[in-house]
């Protein structure tokens, strides 16, 4: 933290952005660690938020080959879970591909990984 402006209230900005109240603070002599002190209720969301913040997202680039009913079932589940995925898990889901194999008309690509 000493070369590094900032991260102090980043550490608090993402507790207090996800609801999480501190009950105590303490910072190391050396000024590398920062401890919180948060209710056991509270203490998955903390940790949620601090990964959130501090932890890089991974990108997880998905091509569909088939646009069946299990396609369209995974893709509507990749749709409504994208955002507890990115949250919880810290990836980021992307979509590059849709395509049906069967008759070769319904390709759709997109690029920009």
């Known amino acids: 933290m000493p070369q590094t402006a900032g991260v102090a ?17 303490a910072q190391g002599r050396n000024q590398r660690n920062i401890s919180a002190v948060v209710s056991a209720a509270d203490s998955d969301r903390a940790l949620q938020a601090l990964h ?16 069946g009913e299990i396609a369209e079932a995974f893709l509507s589940s990749i749709g409504m879970q994208a955002k507890e995925l990115a949250e919880v898990v810290g990836s980021d889901i992307r979509i590059i591909a849709v395509c049906d194999p069967v008759d070769r008309s319904g390709c759709s690509w997109q690029l920009g990984f």
Not at 52 to 67: C, D, N, Y
Request: net charge negative; glycine share 12%; no cysteine.
């Open 52 to 67: 959130a913040a501090f932890l890089t997202i991974v990108p997880i680039a998905v091509a569909v080959i088939g646009a």
């Open 9 to 25: 209230g980043k550490f608090f900005d993402a507790l207090g952005e996800s609801g999480v109240n501190v009950l105590a603070i």
